[in-house]
Nanobody
Framework: QVQLVESGGGSVQAGGSLRLSCTVSGYTDRTYYRAWFRQAPPNEREGVASIAIRYNLTYYKDNLKGRFTISHDNAKNTLYLQMNNLEPEDSGIYYC?????????????????WGQGTQVTVSS
């Protein structure tokens, strides 16, 4: 089992920044991807960014690269998402996820484990 716990969400004004953290524990050696997803009802959950741990390769939703940066601290086994120049459209619940296997990084069904989510609210 793998446990994921997010933190760092909150409320900011447009143009502000937030850094999300996800602490990963449990049997973590098998994780291939660690990723951030977000969901703002009624929209479906969408991939924000992912990192292939073994290869240190990063992937981003097209229109977020440049504003968002995903990183992973191997020593702390913690995943981060630095979000800059936030827009109201970035509001939603942000989830941390881990996958055992490769696949399309932005498909939720690739991921085996999920955190409980952290709320991000960006006001205009």
């Amino acid at each position: 089992q793998v446990q994921l716990v997010e933190s760092g969400g909150g409320s900011v004004q447009a143009g502000g920044s937030l850094r999300l953290s996800c602490t990963v524990s449990g049997y973590t050696d098998r994780t291939y991807y660690r990723a951030w997803f977000r969901q703002a009802p009624p929209n479906e959950r969408e991939g924000v960014a992912s990192i292939a741990i073994r290869y240190n390769l990063t992937y981003y939703k097209d229109n977020l690269k440049g504003r968002f940066t995903i990183s992973h601290d191997n020593a702390k086994n913690t995943l981060y998402l630095q979000m800059n120049n936030l827009e109201p459209e970035d509001s939603g619940i942000y989830y941390c996820a881990a996958a055992h296997s490769s696949g399309e990084w932005d498909r939720p069904n690739v991921y085996n484990y999920w955190g409980q989510g952290t709320q991000v609210t960006v006001s205009s």
